[in-house]
């Protein structure tokens, strides 16, 4: 099992017809989020590992785990680097 993930419990979620927005309370900043960013971003509010995230995700879309699994990668990255994702 890798490393578990989790959303930064600073972080504030506001759902607006398709895309949600986050706020980060340290930053101030706002993020938006498209469907399925905001989906990754749900399944985030318990501790998960990458290796889960592509997996659940593989199960319910209709996309291949090399490209789940690429995406997911780097929509992590982009979380991690806005303070938006920590360790659990």
Known sequence: MGRLL????DV????????????SVATGRYHGLNPVAAHIWDLLADPIDEAGLVARLVAEFDVS???CQREVA???A???????????
Not at 78 to 88: E, I, P, S
């Open 12 to 23: 504030f979620a506001a759902p607006m017809e398709e895309t949600t927005l986050l706020l």
């Open 74 to 76: 780097g929509f992590l």
């Open 78 to 88: 982009n979380l991690r680097a806005r303070g938006l994702l920590m360790d659990a």
């Open 65 to 67: 785990a090399e490209d």
């Open 6 to 9: 989790r959303r930064n419990g």
